[in-house]
């Protein structure tokens, strides 16, 4: 099973994260992500034996960072991955935490965090951007997400969900 750790835009966010993807013009193939897949990729896990699923449900129930606000404010087309993102230009401290937390418990490689919600995949042609007004949510809890590739679109499972801790 293919598996990762995210966190989801509210409704809200992924309304106004939609009309911002609407109004990109891609030329084919390049195509739009359903609002309803919205998501920031926390820790790719990858293929995993199903076997390694509890490990994976007790590292995320272990993870301790409290909720933070995502804003995305850049429109960026990046061309290794063929994708456009909306993408936060400032990484809230509590996420780096959590990443951190998630890379160093899974052993994956710490690569480097840049937010974002991948808005449109498949962009062979640099498409023309527009600056993009900040789009905010308050990120109160992140998941374990089985991704199941091989339609138009990954279809996404949320298999647990943890809370980010509330610090007045
Ligand atoms: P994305 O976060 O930039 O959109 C589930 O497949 C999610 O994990 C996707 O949203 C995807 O990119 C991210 N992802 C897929 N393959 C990846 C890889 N090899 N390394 C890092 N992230 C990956």
């Known amino acids: 099973m293919r598996l ?3 966190l989801w835009p509210d409704a ?14 891609l030329q084919a193939p390049g195509r739009l992500v359903q609002p309803r897949n919205y998501h920031v990729t926390l820790a790719f896990i990858g293929e995993v034996a199903e076997s390694r699923l509890a490990v994976l449900r007790q590292v ?12 995305l404010d850049s429109l960026e087309f990046w061309p290794p991955s063929r994708v ?12 780096l935490s959590l990443w951190t937390q998630l ?12 937010v974002h919600v991948t ?6 042609q ?3 951007l527009q600056a993009m007004s900040a789009i905010s949510w308050s990120a109160t809890n992140f998941s374990l997400v089985r991704s199941e590739t091989g ?3 990954s279809a996404y499972t949320v298999l647990d969900t943890w809370p980010l801790l509330y610090e007045p």
């Open 119 to 124: 808005l449109a995949r498949k962009v062979a």
């Open 126 to 128: 640099p498409p023309v």
């Open 12 to 25: 809200d966010a992924a309304t106004q994260l939609a009309g911002v993807a609407a109004r990109l013009s």
């Open 151 to 153: 339609g138009v679109e």
């Open 84 to 95: 456009v993102v909306a993408a936060a230009q400032e990484t809230p401290r509590s996420l």
């Open 103 to 114: 890379h160093e418990a899974t052993g994956l490689p710490h690569a480097q965090l840049r």
């Open 4 to 6: 990762f750790f995210a």
């Open 60 to 71: 995320g129930g272990s993870l301790h960072a409290p909720h933070c606000t995502i804003a």
